[in-house]
């Protein structure tokens, strides 16, 4: 990785553009292990972020702002100076429109392949508060996909072995903060002081003294949920009706093609069109073999033939539209 990342950077500097580029490099999830991608603590959800902004970052500053991913688009459209549409929930984090520092990131596990659960966590710079709707169920569900994982086998052998009378480790395979991945049952809350506990084992829920901040998080979180409209209370086969009624899925609206300056004899201007919220419309022409992604009035050579579809996740494809220009 390290390797790409530098062949890159170095491309962009023999092109030329190192001065008039922003390199953003992230990763969407913790490490490939239990308890860390697909889990809220900040093994999971604590991600790299790096930005490197010729002439306008210091190389080496180090913020410790509350960064959501949601806010990279809105980030990035600030940055291009493009206007961002109102349903993103996310925040401008860098240059002229930088918001304020949020004090709170919030994070959600839901099903997880075959396995049904749901928590959601509030995080502010130094405590991590954990909901879990579902306190009946052990942390380390049977996932088919997890159990084939070497690590888990692992793990689900030395448990096994630390409670296994005859075997020589009988109580002592396991530490106490490694059962607690294994208890049958989760807490219905968790709390944890990331500055003194920064691995998360020490549920904090119960302690006396750290009320104000279980309840602080709590109305935090329970505010959230409001403001976002969090449907994980509802049932799958609920929102499935809702996405398909009956069943039958939703497909996205031919798009519409219209010209956009004069004609002449040698080429022609088109905008794309689409009815259908959200979609997005790809392109082609006989002189191609690839379909391109439409963003912005597109220019084609006399004689071509368009064609053009629209497509949106969650929906079938459009028909196509072909249109000939002569």
């Given amino acids: ?11 962009l500097e023999e092109d ?29 959800i604590r991600v790299p972020l790096i930005v490197r ?5 210091q190389p080496g500053t180090v913020r410790e702002d ?9 980030t990035v459209l600030s940055l291009a100076g493009v206007h961002i549409p ?9 240059g002229k429109g930088t918001a304020r520092p949020r004090p709170y990131v919030f994070a959600h596990r839901d099903r997880m392949d075959e396995a049904y659960d749901r928590m959601r966590a509030v995080r502010d710079g130094r405590y991590k508060y954990i909901r879990n709707f579902f306190p009946g169920r052990p942390y380390a569900q049977h996932i088919d996909y997890m159990e084939e994982m070497p690590t888990m086998r692992e793990m ?29 049952e989760k807490p219905a809350e968790e709390l944890y002081d990331l500055n003194t506990d920064p691995h ?19 109305q935090a979180l329970e505010q959230w949920q409001k403001d976002t409209k969090d449907l994980g209370s509802i049932p799958e086969d609920d929102l499935r009706e809702r996405m398909r009624p009956g069943g039958v899925w939703a497909q996205a609206s031919q798009p519409k093609i219209t010209t956009t300056a004069a004609e002449d004899a ?15 419309m790809a392109y082609t022409t006989e002189t191609g073999d690839r379909w391109k992604l439409y963003g912005q009035e597109i220019t084609l050579k006399r004689p071509v033939t368009l064609r053009v579809k629209a497509c949106r996740l969650g929906y079938i494809d459009s028909a196509e539209v072909v249109r000939r220009f002569e």
């Fill in 1 to 11: 990785m390290d390797l790409q990342a530098a062949e890159l950077l170095k491309q």
């Fill in 16 to 44: 030329g553009l190192t001065e008039n580029t922003i390199v953003f490099f992230w990763g969407d999830h913790g490490r490939g292990l239990p308890r860390a991608k697909r889990w809220l603590y900040d093994s999971g």
């Fill in 53 to 57: 902004w010729a002439g306008q970052i």
């Fill in 66 to 74: 509350l960064v959501s991913l949601l806010d990279l688009a809105p």
């Fill in 86 to 94: 109102a349903q993103m929930q996310g925040q401008v984090f860098l």
């Fill in 156 to 184: 689900r052998r030395v448990h096994k072995d630390h409670f296994n009378a005859l075997s020589p480790n009988y109580g002592k395979a396991m530490t106490e903060a490694q059962q607690i991945f294994f208890l049958p």
């Fill in 200 to 218: 998360e084992v020490k549920n904090l829920a119960n302690s006396r003294a750290h009320q104000p901040e279980l309840q602080r998080l709590r």
């Fill in 266 to 280: 040698a080429s022609v201007t088109v905008r794309l069109t689409c009815e259908t919220p959200g979609a997005s």
